[in-house]
């Protein structure tokens, strides 16, 4: 009888920098594309993680706020070289999407505000809504809508949407409820906590917080870059989309650093660059304080939290992911993440054109039908609604 054990093999080091560093660079698609290659790669081909492994990290990560993808890469990288491979793989795979990113938004603000190329962006936004859309359904889908559920989200719109309560407090709010909702008597697995593998990371990563945070202290926008990024990184539960809100609300209304419209164009940046699709951050932080180190500090602020997450929580992975109560919370601030991403799509909807509005609403649903059916790459996408909203435009001009 044959014996179908995988074989799991163990990188060498430099077997291991070279993979990080092609990756970063290869990364396209957002977190579900770059999930789907670290599998392809690392369990079907590479075999440095069998199947039971790959699916405990993710089940972990999942539980976490912050990039997913990010901290999946991280999470494998602590495994095979301890923190050192943490750090490696989390920073090679986001430190070519910086300069990208920085570079992009440099053109941007030189070329983008000065040329006539009002077609080109309003058909990436239009994308970028169906993009939106499509993540409500899929993120939709994972919920099981009882009344109580759906009663949960129409609250939680009306308090976002009409009493336009900020996102940090909605946050807090799901939290609460969803751990007050499990039942007390239910049976639950206790969380086995090993405090000194957790505090650790917990006080390493908050005296690296603390003293990045004095240096540039003095800096008044750099410290609002620090304080929005690093909130951001803490609630940026259900992907990447559901700090697109969260940061278009600081950014946008209370800074002013950036238009809706500009945010928009982020998005799109992001999406059609390699890396985490939360270096959207970069480009805000460019914009912030008109230069690179803008979009440093927002990266660093953003992912500092991330890492130190993953650090602190990998000796408790399997207590975290088996915890019914966690569980539980985590439900009611999907929900909230829902409503979090389908608020902002109506708010961009209500900015658009209105001589165009309707049919980039049109156009945005049938993006969303073509992601639901087929999962074409952004990419792809970006170029269909682009032509579509050209062909359009120029044929009724």
């Known amino acids: 009888m044959e014996c179908n054990t995988v074989v799991v093999t163990t990188p060498t080091w430099r077997e291991f920098l070279r993979y990080w560093a092609k990756f970063g660079v290869l990364s396209f698609g957002g977190p579900t594309a770059q999930i789907g290659m670290l599998h392809r790669d690392l369990v ?21 706020p912050g990039p ?28 070519p999407s910086l300069f990208i990113i920085s570079g992009i938004t440099w053109l941007y603000l030189e070329y983008a505000l000065t040329a006539n190329i009002d077609v080109l962006l309003e ?6 809504l169906a993009l939106l859309l499509y993540t409500v359904y899929r993120l939709a889908k994972k919920i099981q809508w009882n009344l109580m559920n759906i009663v949960f989200a129409i609250t939680f719109m009306v308090l976002g949407v009409v009493f336009q309560l900020s996102i940090l407090a909605l946050v807090a709010i799901a939290l609460g409820i969803g751990f007050l909702t499990i039942r007390t008597t239910e049976k639950t697995h206790k969380v086995q906590l090993d405090l ?17 945070f004095g240096l540039i202290y003095q800096s008044e926008e750099l410290r609002h870059i620090a304080s929005l990024f690093t909130q951001a990184a803490l609630i ?16 946008v209304e209370q800074y002013g650093w950036l238009t809706q419209s500009q945010m928009l164009d982020g998005i799109a940046l992001g999406e059609t660059t390699p890396g985490p699709l ?16 803008g979009a440093l500090m927002a990266t660093w ?28 919370t985590l439900s009611k601030l999907t929900i909230a993440v829902i409503t979090f991403i389908a608020g902002f799509a109506l708010t961009i909807i209500r900015e658009l054109e209105p001589s165009a509005a309707l049919f980039q609403v049109v156009l945005a649903i049938l993006g969303v039908i073509l992601l639901v059916k087929t999962r074409v790459h952004p990419i792809v996408l970006f170029s269909l609604t682009i032509a579509a909203y050209s062909l359009v435009t120029f044929a009724n001009s």
């Open 44 to 64: 079907e081909q590479r075999r440095w993680l069998d199947e039971d492994e790959f699916s405990q990290a993710l089940a972990f990560v999942s539980l976490l």
């Open 68 to 95: 997913e993808a990010h901290q999946l890469a991280t999470y494998i990288g602590r495994k095979h070289f301890g923190v050192k491979g943490g750090i490696a793989a989390g920073g090679l795979f986001l430190l």
């Open 123 to 128: 058909g990436l936004r239009t994308g970028v």
């Open 196 to 212: 000194k593998a957790s505090l650790k990371p917990l006080l390493v990563g908050g005296l690296l917080w603390a003293i990045s």
């Open 236 to 251: 940026t539960f259900g992907g990447a989309y559901s700090v697109v809100p969260f940061v278009s609300q600081a950014a």
């Open 278 to 293: 939360i270096m959207i951050n970069a480009f805000v932080g460019f914009i912030a304080y008109k230069g690179f180190l």
């Open 301 to 328: 602020f953003t992912f500092l939290p991330s890492f130190i997450l993953v650090f602190a929580g990998a000796p408790l992975m399997q207590s975290l992911s088996r915890n019914q109560r966690i569980q539980a």
